[in-house]
């Protein structure tokens, strides 16, 4: 068995102590510079650019969203591996008629993947689009709008599964 004095060959030095130093503190240092790197180029979480300015708008965004729940509106929404279908029904269940539909797709964690897909109106009253999302979560804004106003907003968060091949 080889002592520890016959791999340095020779005595334990103050430049062996300095070696075990910089290369102990330039391993921290190293990860550490690594870390902060990607923490700064990597997505910031920011949803909003002002938090101010969005918390000012908080109540009217709560107050609208209260009066299109009072209306008795439903919706549906289905993702698929290459489609989107969305419906919107009044409270009889008759579908409701707008001028466009759009879905924002978001992923929690980056902004890089999102995606705006306009939905084409169906003779049904339904709507629907392809798309070439990745399987995964997303969060979903479907937005209805009506002479230029938005009449329903629906945010959900989804889960598109990967497609299994089969043999």
Same mark, same amino acid.
């Given at each position: 068995?080889? #002592? ?5 060959h020779g ?14 503190? =330039? #391993? ?43 209306r008795g509106?439903?919706?549906g ?6 489609a ?8 009889? =269940? #008759?579908?409701?008629?707008?001028d466009? +539909?759009?879905?924002a ?20 009253g339904?709507y ?8 995964g979560?997303?969060?979903?804004k479907?937005?209805a ?7 329903? #907003?629906? +945010?959900?968060r989804?889960?598109i599964a990967?497609?299994m091949?089969?043999?």
């Open positions: 068995m080889q #002592t520890f004095r016959s791999i340095l005595p334990f030095t103050g430049w062996h102590m300095l070696t075990l130093m910089v290369l102990f503190f =330039g #391993t921290i240092i190293s990860v550490n510079a690594t870390m902060a790197y990607f923490a700064g180029s990597s997505w910031s979480g920011l949803i909003v650019k002002n938090t101010y300015v969005a918390s000012q708008k908080f109540d009217e965004d709560v107050a609208r969203v209260e009066a299109m729940k009072a509106w439903t919706s929404l289905k993702v698929d591996h290459d989107v279908k969305y419906s919107l029904a009044n409270a009889l =269940g #008759t579908p409701v008629v707008t466009h +539909v759009t879905v797709f978001s992923r929690p964690v980056g902004e890089e993947q999102d995606r705006l897909i306009e939905l084409r109106a169906h003779e049904d339904s629907s689009a392809g798309h070439d999302l990745a399987s979560q997303w969060l979903v479907v937005t709008m009506k002479d230029s106003a938005v009449v329903y #907003t629906d +945010v959900k989804i889960i990967a497609e091949e089969t043999k």
